[in-house]
Nanobody, 122 residues
C-alpha cells in the first residue's frame, strides 16, 4: 500500500510564510508527478503547483512568484514553500502523486494525502 502524509499547515498572518511537506511511503517503485491542490472554502479543488520526476514545474497564476515547489527524490517527499501569504490562500492543501507500486511497476495510480489546513488571517 501507499500513503501520503502532509504536514506544515497552520495559522499565519498576511505576508507570512509556511512550508508544507508531503512524504510518500509504502510499496513504492516509482513516482512521476507530485503536486499540491487547494480546496478553498466554498470552492472546488484547484491545482496550485506540480513537479514532474524531472525538473519541470507548474504554478497557478495566483501563486507565481510567491510559492515554490521542490522535491527530494531520495525521501519521496515534496515541499511547498509559501511566501507572501494572502487571505485568499486559505483552505485545505492536499498532496497528490502519481505512483507505481512494486506489485505493478507499469501501472501508475493517483494518490492523495489527508490534507492540511492553512489559514491566513490577521
Amino acid at each position: 500500500q501507499v500513503q501520503l502524509v502532509e504536514s506544515g499547515g497552520g495559522l499565519v498572518q498576511p505576508g507570512g510564510s509556511l512550508r508544507l511537506s508531503c512524504a510518500a511511503s509504502g510499496s513504492i517503485f516509482s513516482i512521476n508527478t507530485m503536486g499540491w491542490y487547494l480546496r478553498a472554502p466554498g470552492k472546488q479543488h484547484e491545482l496550485v503547483a506540480r513537479t514532474t520526476s524531472g525538473t519541470s514545474t507548474y504554478y497557478a497564476d495566483s501563486v507565481k512568484g510567491r510559492f515554490t515547489i521542490s522535491r527530494d527524490h531520495a525521501k519521496n517527499t515534496v515541499y511547498l514553500q509559501m511566501n507572501g501569504l494572502k487571505p485568499e490562500d486559505t483552505g485545505v492543501y492536499y498532496c497528490n502523486a502519481d505512483i507505481a507500486q512494486t506489485s505493478n511497476r507499469f501501472l501508475f495510480g493517483d494518490y492523495w494525502g489527508q490534507g492540511t489546513q492553512v489559514t491566513v488571517s490577521s
